[in-house]
């Protein structure tokens, strides 16, 4: 019995410390935002591919 309470307790502490590691790891890690047009870039890139459309429209008729 203490056996199995000895080995129990191992195997915790053993998860313990590899979920605090991990999440350690997770915390440390560095995330990329891509960055926010500017309302004239949107602008611009809606006026292009309207002008696409059109054009398209235009082969096909």
Do not use: G
């Not at 502490?13 to 949107?42: G, N, R, W």
């Amino acid at each position: 019995m203490k056996v199995v309470f000895i080995i129990s307790i191992i195997i915790v502490m053993i998860v313990l410390v590899l979920s605090v590691l991990t999440t350690s790891k997770a915390y440390q890690y560095k995330h990329t935002v891509d960055p926010v047009k500017k309302p004239d870039e949107k602008a611009n890139d809606q006026d292009h591919s309207e002008d696409r459309s059109f054009e398209q429209n235009e082969r096909n008729d």
